[in-house]
């Protein structure tokens, strides 16, 4: 396993619901900056949300802003991504990545987990 380790993934139809997680081994992530990337079939990695370690506010990107809620547990170990109202074009292998860094930056991130795969359809 990778520093870096995602789950919840899955089969879910429209409408629908899930959570990521994903968790921390070796570290903490309280002083990094974390973010949650997605990647569908044919398609560039993009950025879906991102918690940055200047503000600790969540950010979301357009597409699923008022869906997606990003945050972090207490022990600052693991960090979830709660999925509601799914739609099929969220369908994508999702990632969760930290960065010492201030922001989210698809080639600036530090580590990546390995991805899980969610697939939004009736």
């Known amino acids: 396993q990778g520093p870096l380790v995602e789950s919840g993934g899955g089969l879910v139809q429209p409408g629908g619901s899930l959570r990521l997680s994903c968790a921390a081994s070796g570290f903490t992530l309280d002083w990094l900056t974390i973010g949650w990337f997605r990647q569908a079939p044919g398609k560039e990695r993009e950025w879906v949300s991102c918690?940055?370690?200047?503000?600790?506010?969540?950010r979301y990107a357009d597409p699923v802003k008022g869906r997606f809620s990003f945050s972090r547990d207490n022990a600052k170990t693991t960090m979830y991504l709660e999925m509601n109202n799914l739609k099929p074009e969220d369908t994508g292998v999702y990632y969760c990545?930290?960065?010492?860094?201030?922001?989210?930056?698809?080639?600036?991130?530090?580590?990546w987990g390995k991805g899980t795969q969610v697939t939004v359809s009736s």
């Open positions: 918690i940055s370690s200047s503000d600790g506010r969540p």
């Open positions: 990545t930290a960065t010492g860094q201030a922001q989210c930056d698809l080639y600036g991130m530090d580590y």
